[in-house]
Structure formats: structure tokens, C-alpha cells
């Protein structure tokens, strides 16, 4: 599983304006290579469900436990694809959700104009992480935009439902539903 480990551990933030669109590829490069933070309910959710061992501490905040060089413990390969399986279940965590998107209340990475975007919702100031294999470069699409206005309502915890945002779409597209045995656990993926 070498090849989904990535050599860049330094993210490059860009403002969101650089990016014509973004595709999920459920190619797992984020499960493989980054912490994932948790919300406290999601947190008590995880713990809940599968047990004190999936959660870490670390300076007052948690995340799912991985070990070294080690992919996320929810994720399920099928084939070339890399699936969540907490996602059918309910409980993937908002970071999951909206990576590679950065959302902030003020312009945190510089790039102020590029970074602005405007929602119904407020002003927000989006920057993307370079390393997600699933960004195009370019002038930004009608979808892009669609993408963010979603991220940032998943963020801002006003909604649940991903249509465009990381893996759901990719993961729906392989038409695969099947029950597996997790975990000690029997749930439904796709
Ligand atoms: S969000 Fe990016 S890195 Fe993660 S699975 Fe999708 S394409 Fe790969
Ligand atoms: S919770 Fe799901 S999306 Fe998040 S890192 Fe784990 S497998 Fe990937």
C-alpha cells in the first residue's frame, strides 16, 4: 500500500479561486496521510460505536486513532477504491467531509480576493490542499462553486447530505453495496 503515502507532508494552501473543479477519486490519499480531527459528538459517536480505541488525545483535542504508515481504521479498499465505511453508517467526521476545503471566518493562508467567497450564509474565506489528487487547476467552474457553498454548509453544520463533496459520489458511482463484517460489527458500505 506504499504508493498511497504521499512524500509531501507540507500542505500548500491554495485560494479556492486557482481551482476549476474537484473530483473525488476515492483514491484514499487523504485516509492514508492525514490526522483526522474530531468534533466532540463525533468523538462520542466513534467511541460509542466501535470502542475507547479508535479515539486519541492529543492537546486537548481527539482524533481517529492510526498507527504509523498506517491508512485510517475505517477505511475499506475495494478494488482501486478507497471507501469510508463510517460514511453509510452516518458518522463520517465534518473534516473527512469537506476536505481538501479549508474554511475560515478570516483569510488564514493570505490571498485575501482569491480567497473570498460569499455564501448565504456569510463571508468565508476558502483555500484548498494542494495535495488531493482530485483538484483541477483552472479558471473556477459553476460546480466548484456548487462544491464549496456544500462544504461550507456541512461545516458550518447546517447540513449532512454530500452530493459533491469528498467520496460520496465516488463511492456511489461503483454501484458496489454489499455487507460487510467489521469490526465485530455487520454494516452496509457502498
Ligand atoms: S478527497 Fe482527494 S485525496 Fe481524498 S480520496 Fe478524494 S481525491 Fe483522493
Ligand atoms: S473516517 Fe472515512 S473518510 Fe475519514 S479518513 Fe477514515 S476512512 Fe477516510
Known amino acids: ?88 453508517l452516518g458518522m463520517k467526521p465534518t473534516a473527512c467531509k469537506v476536505w481538501p476545503f479549508y474554511i475560515f471566518k478570516r483569510p488564514a493562508y493570505g490571498k485575501e480576493e482569491e480567497a473570498y467567497f460569499s455564501h448565504k450564509f456569510g463571508s468565508f474565506y476558502v483555500y484548498v490542499d494542494q495535495r488531493c489528487p482530485g483538484l483541477i487547476m483552472g479558471k473556477p467552474s459553476l460546480r466548484l462553486r456548487e462544491t464549496i457553498s456544500e462544504a461550507i454548509e456541512i461545516w458550518l453544520g447546517t447540513r449532512r447530505e454530500q452530493d459533491l463533496t469528498c467520496s460520496s459520489r465516488a463511492a456511489l458511482s461503483t454501484g458496489v453495496i454489499q455487507s460487510l463484517h467489521w469490526a465485530g460489527n455487520s454494516i452496509l458500505t457502498v
Not at 56 to 61: A, E
Open 1 to 88: 500500500m506504499r504508493h498511497y503515502i504521499i512524500k509531501r507532508v507540507v500542505p500548500i494552501f491554495l485560494p479556492w479561486r486557482k481551482i476549476r473543479d474537484f473530483n473525488c477519486l476515492a483514491c484514499g490519499v487523504c485516509c492514508y496521510n492525514f490526522k483526522v480531527p474530531l468534533k466532540p459528538h463525533e468523538a462520542v459517536m466513534i467511541v460509542r460505536n466501535f470502542g475507547r480505541k479508535y479515539i486519541t488525545s492529543s492537546w486537548g483535542k481527539q482524533y481517529i486513532t492510526k498507527g504509523d504508515g498506517e491508512p485510517c481504521p475505517f477505511l475499506l479498499r475495494k478494488g482501486d477504491l478507497s471507501l469510508c465505511t463510517l460514511q453509510s
